[in-house]
Each structure stands twice: as C-alpha cells, then as structure tokens.
C-alpha cells in the first residue's frame, strides 16, 4: 500500500508562486506522476505529468508557468508553479505510478490553492 502526502497549498496573491511537493511512503518508487487539479463545478484536468524517463507534458493555459520535476532520491514530485493567475485556483492532486505497485496508481489527498486577484 502506498500513502502520498501532499504539501505546500496555500493562498497567494497574483503573480506569486507556490511549490507542491508529492511524496510517496512505503517501499514503492514512484515512476510516471502527474499533477491534477478540479476547481469548484469544473472537471478535473490533468496539469502536469512527468514519465519515467523524465519526459514532461503540460496543460496548454500552464506552460511556460509551471514545471514538474521527479527528485527519485526522496521518491516526491514536485510542481513549480509560477506567476499564479485567479484561474489556477483549484484543489491539487498527485497521481502516481508506482514500479511493482497497484496498476491503477494512487491518489494523493489533495491540497488546495487559492489564487487572489
């Protein structure tokens, strides 16, 4: 069973940054990972995701903004999120595959972002 725990949500004013951390317990090593978010009435979309190898993709209203990054010696992954909008206000999720773990990966709990105008 693998735990992901979240951190580093908060409120920010635009133009500010914040970084999310994701790190997985466990004896699980974390491979591909991606980052979500679901605002209030909105689905949830996939923001960032960074595979094994390292290859990035991005949600096209985040690049240039935001980077993730896999630090495989503390098993996390982090997202760089840059110059803040009101529109990035939302719950954020890791997601992440594991090497031998369930197929369907884990979810993290979730942490929340609030970007003030």
């Known amino acids: 069973q693998v735990q992901l725990v979240e951190s580093g949500g908060g409120l920010v004013q635009a133009g500010e940054s914040l970084r999310l951390s994701c790190s997985a317990s466990?004896?699980?090593?974390?491979?591909?990972a991606g980052w979500y978010r679901q605002a209030p009435g909105k689905q949830r979309e996939m923001v960032a995701h960074?595979?094994?190898?390292?290859?990035?993709s991005y949600l096209d209203s985040v690049k240039g903004r935001f980077t993730v990054s896999r630090d495989s010696a503390k098993n996390m992954v982090n997202l760089q999120m840059n110059s803040l909008k009101p529109e990035d206000t939302a719950v954020y999720l890791c997601?992440?595959?594991?090497?031998?773990?369930?197929?369907?990966?884990?979810w993290g709990q979730g942490t929340q972002v609030i970007v003030s105008t």
């Open positions: 466990g004896n699980e090593l974390i491979n591909a």
């Open positions: 960074v595979t094994r190898s390292g290859s990035t």
């Open positions: 997601h992440v595959f594991t090497v031998t773990g369930d197929p369907r990966g884990y």
